[in-house]
């Protein structure tokens, strides 16, 4: 595995929502997880609001993401950062991979792509035709890359069979998630990242950056997300409910149950803060010692 792990001892984590909308009861439990997470290590626990899609942003999201969140109990350390804060810092590091070779301008369309069933995995097509302009991709090469996650089975992939070289910076000029997280998770000195299985092969991407660009590797754990009867995720984009800040007791016993925490203990007049201070300690004691599925009914990778 390339890059070095962080160790418990200097702990840092956070939690990283997109201000496309409000809340809603999945990216509650990710935020949950995490500050539980960040919390039983003795460690801090830091907000990001990744703030720059602009075409997928709503007006007044951040504000209310920030107000849900100290609704329910959970708050941050130090102040809040924006990811639009970090776009100097994005540009260096394209700069650093193009002066490396290491990225180029790609002029393939979507359309294109998948149409010539390339949709999949990017076969290169502008990796030597010198254009000055369009997307940057980065290039990658055909060694295995190994992720060891705390919670799931080891992740094994080789770039170029999938996805192949992958977008930095879009046509568009907006900054690629890929690239804007690893930079930003650097500069906070994240050492653990907490987040949902959804997007856990993405991680060797994210640790091939972290490779060329020098950077430290965090200590990833994915856990499994809030689905439907059918599979699919809980998400904006599948019509999930805003949360109720007025409801946040009933919040967070729905999320502390959905990992397996023994919320019948919890006295119904008890704080939210009150809650979370009882589930740092249920979190270690029953979930970090026991090795117990995460959530009841999902993706059951156990965790420990």
């Not at 209310?64 to 260096?92: C, K, N, P, Y």
């Amino acid at each position: 595995m390339i890059g070095t792990i962080a160790t418990a001892r200097d702990y840092v984590g956070r939690f990283a929502p997109s201000p496309t909308g409000r809340l809603h009861l999945g990216s509650l439990l990710g935020a949950v997880v995490s500050f539980l997470d960040a919390r039983c290590h003795g460690g801090r626990w830091l907000v990001r609001i990744e703030d720059i899609d602009p075409p997928r942003e709503v007006a007044g999201a951040a504000h209310d993401i920030l107000t849900s969140l100290s609704a329910h109990g959970l708050i941050w350390d130090g102040e809040v950062q924006f990811q639009r804060h970090s776009l100097d810092q994005h540009e260096a590091a394209i700069r650093q991979l193009i002066d490396g070779g290491h990225a180029y301008y790609c002029q393939c369309s979507r359309k294109r792509l998948i149409a010539d069933g390339h949709q999949h995995c990017y076969p290169g097509l502008c990796r030597d035709a010198g254009h000055t302009e369009g997307a940057l991709r980065v290039r990658v090469d055909n060694m295995p890359i190994q992720i060891q996650d705390r919670w799931q089975a080891p992740l094994n992939q080789v770039l170029s069979e999938s996805p192949g070289d992958f977008i930095i910076r879009r046509r568009d000029n907006l900054i690629a998630y890929q690239l804007a997280v690893v930079i930003d998770d650097a500069t906070s000195g994240i050492t653990d990242v907490v987040r949902g299985v959804d997007i856990y092969d993405s991680t060797p991407r994210q640790a091939w950056l972290q490779q060329l660009l020098g950077l430290p590797q965090p200590r990833y754990a994915h856990f499994p997300v809030i689905v439907d009867e059918l599979g699919v995720k809980l998400s904006k984009q599948t019509g999930a409910a805003e949360l109720e800040n007025a409801n946040a007791l009933g919040n967070l016993r729905a999320v502390l149950a959905m990992i397996g925490l023994p919320t019948a203990e919890l006295p119904r007049s008890a704080l939210p803060e009150q809650v979370l201070k009882w589930a740092v300690t249920q979190y270690h004691d029953q979930l970090l010692k026991s090795r117990a599925n995460f959530i009841s009914g999902a993706n059951h990778a156990p965790i420990g």
